[in-house]
């Protein structure tokens, strides 16, 4: 299993609270337009501030801490990345945003145009956004970026073939990690907890229950999500909504979660979902089906 072991944590959850950020959040996830205007600032080689779009392909080292003061894109996201092979080395700064109910943007986001970015974080701990790291494009790579008290932490928002590894992502106000119309993705090496939530969720749903489906997004297929754990969350440590199928849940530690039910599967059956039981090792707690082992 992974390094990221976590902690007990007592704090208590408002539901009504939690109803109302996801009634609000899935109503309003933005479908995001890349703007290439005379107002867009490229980055430089050397980053040490916010506001600024990777508009090339090479490598750029982030210099210092950023902050969402110091500016911020169009979309309200401290850096994005518009190009292709890109490589993005944060260095272990932090990126710290507006605080939540205030952001609009991502610390990192990895815009549609992009493909095969590589985003080495060093334990870089992305706060106060929306989201931690917002991935559209395809093929991006992120390792160890510390998505902590943001609304959504990962949000995979239609991504496809990323890799996102070696993190924890805690103490969000909605998700931990958010796959959306994504497919192909794998997500692995990491800890999901103490999020007001869900630790990892799976798909899109247009009120406050699961059960349902957004209209005109795509379902979130063919994901692996393994090696990790899930614990502490408010809600259930991982769910796969209604109509995303054929995603594998494997070697994980999925246990105490606050809301009754450990791990969920709204397909009949499971579906095409596989949850597969790594011997004695992989335990999803309690289950929504006897699917889940």
């Not at 991504?159 to 794998?186: H, L, P």
Request: with cysteine; net charge negative.
């Amino acid at each position: 299993m992974n390094r990221h072991q976590l902690q007990p944590r007592q704090s208590l959850r408002i539901a009504a609270a939690l109803a109302f950020a996801l009634l609000f959040f899935h109503g309003a996830a933005r479908a995001q337009e890349e703007k290439a205007s005379a107002s867009t600032t490229a980055c430089g080689a050397s980053i040490a501030a916010c506001g600024c779009t990777i508009t090339k392909a090479g490598t750029y080292t982030v210099t210092a801490d950023l902050l969402s003061t110091q500016g911020t894109t169009a979309a309200g996201d401290c850096i994005a990345i518009k190009a292709s092979n890109a490589i993005l080395d944060l260095h272990e700064y932090s990126i710290t945003g507006p605080g939540l109910g205030t952001s609009t943007g991502a610390g990192i986001d990895v815009l549609k145009s992009s493909s095969g970015a590589f985003i080495e974080g060093g334990g870089s701990v992305s706060s106060g956004w929306k989201y931690g790291l917002e991935v559209q494009g395809k093929n991006t790579i992120s390792d160890w970026v510390e998505p902590e008290g943001n609304v959504m932490g990962i949000f995979l928002n239609g991504a496809t073939g990323a890799n996102i590894n070696d993190f924890e992502t805690i103490d969000n106000s909605v998700y931990g990690v958010w796959i959306r119309g994504g497919k192909g993705n794998q997500v692995n090496d990491f800890s999901a907890g103490s999020n007001t939530g869900t630790g990892v969720y799976i798909g899109c749903h247009d009120d406050d229950t699961r059960g349902t489906q957004c209209k005109g997004v795509k379902p979130s297929s063919g994901n692996r999500i393994y090696d990790f754990n899930a614990e502490s969350n408010g809600d259930a440590g991982i769910a796969i909504d209604l109509g995303n199928e054929g995603n594998v849940i494997t070697d994980v530690h999925i246990a105490d979660n606050l809301g009754g039910v450990d791990s969920i599967d709204e397909n009949p059956s499971c579906g095409t979902d596989q949850w597969i039981q790594e011997r004695t090792t992989t335990v999803f707690g309690v289950t929504s089906q006897s699917c889940i082992p």
